[in-house]
């Protein structure tokens, strides 16, 4: 039996095996992306030639500490691969994420790259999606009334603090709304009822995006879900 942490670094680890020389791509946020990070960045010491782009500014910082170059937005057309965590998923590889704030940046970063590799630990994986609150970045005007538009969609909100009271602001200068719903059953209608919310700047659905995601277990091994609901027998295939 390996513990949560291990189970994340397993899961990480795993994914920079997809990256190549040459690739441009995208670090994701949170303590599963963290490792994948710190092995990208041990990768790129023993030679590896990548560029990168961050999904939040703790990863920037962190990609700078591991002499991982990072390539000025302006210039990449494409990403080749993202690296990031969740906070669940289910078998279909729908995603909730945010938990960390950087659901932003990480949304417009796996639009634009070729492929979304998930990294995350066992305890991730759901049949359905919602024990998760679901965040919600929304812009600090009128805060209150999205408050409100968010609630008559059937869930709790609470807006993100920091520990040290005080709103919780992201990379990008707005608050998250942290919407608890007893559950989702239909991901994709409740992500376009939040999209078209004045107010909204995004949401932590990410439906459809991800291509693949790495499971650590406990017994050390990965488990490689594919979009598309097919599970690799062997993990160590793909
Ligand atoms: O905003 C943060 C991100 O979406 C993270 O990737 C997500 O919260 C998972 O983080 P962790 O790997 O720390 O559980």
């Excluded at 969740?86 to 950087?102: F, P, T």
């Excluded at 409100?148 to 998250?176: A, E, M, W």
């Amino acid at each position: 039996m390996v513990s949560e942490y291990n189970m994340k670094k397993i899961a990480a680890e795993h994914a920079t095996k997809y990256v190549q020389a040459g690739m441009k791509i995208g670090l994701g946020t949170g303590s599963t992306a963290y490792y994948a990070i710190l092995k990208i960045g041990e990768m790129v010491r023993d030679g590896l030639s990548i560029q990168a782009v961050a999904t939040s500014e703790a990863s920037e910082k962190l990609a700078v500490e591991q002499g991982i170059p990072l390539i000025p937005l302006r210039e990449v057309d494409r990403l080749d691969l993202t690296i990031d965590g969740a906070d669940e998923l289910d078998d279909q590889l729908r995603l909730i994420k945010g938990g960390g704030g950087a659901l932003l940046r990480e949304k417009i970063t796996a639009f634009h790259s070729e492929r979304l590799v998930i990294v995350a630990d066992d305890t991730k994986t759901v049949t359905q999606l919602g024990a998760f609150p679901l965040p919600v970045e929304i812009v600090p005007f009128a805060y209150e009334w999205t408050i409100q538009s968010l609630t008559q969609l059937g869930c709790t909100v609470q807006i993100r603090h920091k520990p040290d009271k005080g709103f919780y602001v992201t990379d990008n200068g707005n608050y998250i709304a942290d919407c608890k719903f007893q559950q989702i059953p239909q991901p994709e209608e409740l992500s376009s009822r939040i999209g078209s919310l004045p107010g909204v700047v995004e949401h932590g659905l990410f439906i459809g995006m991800a291509d693949q995601a790495i499971i650590g277990c406990q017994d050390g091994t990965v488990r490689i879900l594919h979009s598309g609901n097919s599970v690799a027998k062997n993990p160590f295939d793909s």
